[in-house]
């Protein structure tokens, strides 16, 4: 199983990115899956996930109103869209995938992860 992160730069503060995460799943439609992000010395942390069905999202409130995610079953695909971006914002962006699951913020119920991919955020 393959997730493929892409996506990620270095933008100024109150711009804006679209990350990608193309997955080699084969049940695609039946996996929640989520983004984390991992700052310089920090913990990995909860973003975003969206329920396998697509119709539940979960943000976490520092991110609320300003991420979006989304996926494209037919494409097998996920993404986050990254608007009025701010510096502490930045850090590596990994998206993960959970079998079923229920958009889950706890790292540990996903089984899949991507590589990453650098978010700069410059004030």
């Known amino acids: 199983v393959q997730l493929q992160a892409s996506g990620g730069g270095l933008v100024q503060a109150g711009g804006s990115l679209r990350l990608s995460c193309a997955t080699s799943l084969r049940a695609f439609s039946r996996y929640t899956m989520g983004w984390f992000r991992q700052a310089p010395g920090k913990e990995r942390v909860f973003v975003a996930a969206i329920y396998w069905n697509g119709g539940t999202t979960n943000y976490a409130d520092s991110v609320k109103g300003r991420f979006t995610i989304s996926r494209d079953v037919a494409k097998n695909t996920v993404h986050l869209q990254l608007n009025s971006l701010k510096p502490e914002d930045t850090a590596v962006y990994y998206c993960?995938?959970?079998?079923?699951?229920?958009?889950?913020?706890?790292?540990?119920?996903?089984?899949?992860w991507g590589q990453g991919t650098q978010v700069t955020v410059s004030s």
């Open positions: 993960a995938a959970d079998f079923g699951g229920s958009a889950t913020p706890m790292a540990r119920a996903y089984t899949y």
